[in-house]
């Protein structure tokens, strides 16, 4: 009973070889596959390097401020340094989000470079996780 069975299994392993064999890969197939890495290089060397307009602008660079919070500085006085750097528009709002958020003793002291359009929760993640 397994003999049958072993020989058929090696036979229809025999066939597959045999017509693996004769089909080979196709040519379209291999070179599809080569033409996709070569067709940018051709095209770059015919048409050349050509920027779009979005490309063209220059990229205004982020203008970011340099804020450093002393060692043991309160919720209140981080307050005072955003709002003399121009990075919050009120204090007091400032400091009620940090108590709201129960973060007001959790500043990290450091140098902090924060974006100048950076929002108030971004700069409040910022300065109580301590990434700079």
């Known amino acids: 009973m397994v003999r049958p069975f072993k020989y058929m299994l090696l036979g229809l392993g025999a066939v597959l070889i045999i ?10 197939t291999a070179d599809q596959s080569r033409d996709d890495f070569i067709k940018p290089v051709e095209q770059y060397n015919k048409t050349g390097f050509q920027p779009t307009a979005e490309a063209a602008e220059p990229i205004e660079a982020k203008k970011t401020i340099n804020l ?31 108590m709201d958020l129960k973060l007001d003793r959790r500043i990290i002291y450091g140098v902090y470079n924060i974006p100048e359009e950076e929002d108030m929760d971004s700069i409040i993640e910022r300065i109580t996780k301590g990434s700079t």
């Not at 017509?19 to 379209?28: F, L, M, N």
């Not at 043991?72 to 009620?96: C, T």
């Open 68 to 98: 450093v919070i002393p060692e043991g500085a309160s919720g209140s006085k981080v307050a005072a340094l955003l709002f003399e750097k121009g990075l919050i528009d009120n204090e007091r709002d400032f400091e009620k989000r940090l």
């Open 19 to 28: 017509v693996s064999c004769i089909t080979g890969t196709p040519k379209e």
